[in-house]
C-alpha cells in the first residue's frame, strides 16, 4: 500500500469530489462542497495548498487555472484512515473497534445479515493448543 497521508474531514470531502471526478479546479470543488455545507472559496485554495503539500493531491495550470487530480487511490487511503483510527483509538484490537459500532450504531438487517456472511467468510487462525 502506498503511504498516504493523514487527512482532516474537509480534506478527505475533497479527495472524493476528485475521485468521482478525476479532476477539478477549486472553483468547482468549492461549489461542490457547498451543495452539504457553506465553504468559503479561499478556504478550499488554503485546504488545497496543505493537500498539496502533504502528497494528496497534485496540480496543473490549463489556461491560467489550476486544476487538481489526486495521487493516492480511495481504497488506498480508506485502508490508511482505518488502520490509523483501528491502532491509535482501539489499540490495533479488531473486535474493540467492531464491538464499539456494534453498541453504538444503528444497523439494519440487512446490514446485520451482511455482516454475520462476512465473519463467516472471513479466514480464521487454528486455535494453538
Not at 478556504?43 to 486544476?67: C, P
Not at 483501528?86 to 446490514?111: A, M, N, P, Q
Amino acid at each position: 500500500m502506498a503511504t498516504v497521508p493523514n487527512l482532516g474531514k474537509v480534506q478527505l470531502q475533497i479527495m472524493q469530489i476528485l475521485w468521482e471526478r478525476g479532476e477539478a479546479t477549486a472553483r468547482e470543488i468549492t461549489d461542490a462542497l457547498n451543495q452539504t455545507e457553506p465553504i468559503a472559496h479561499s478556504t478550499t485554495q488554503t485546504l488545497l495548498r496543505k493537500m498539496e503539500a502533504k502528497g494528496a493531491v497534485a496540480h496543473t495550470v490549463q489556461d491560467r487555472v489550476f486544476v487538481f487530480r489526486p495521487l493516492s487511490q480511495e481504497s488506498d487511503t480508506r485502508e490508511s484512515a482505518a488502520r490509523d483510527l483501528l491502532t491509535r483509538v482501539f489499540g490495533g484490537s479488531v473486535y474493540g473497534l467492531v464491538s464499539h459500532l456494534l453498541k453504538h450504531e444503528e444497523l439494519s438487517d440487512d446490514e446485520l445479515q451482511r455482516l454475520r456472511r462476512l465473519i463467516d467468510a472471513a479466514p480464521h487462525s487454528e486455535d494453538p493448543k
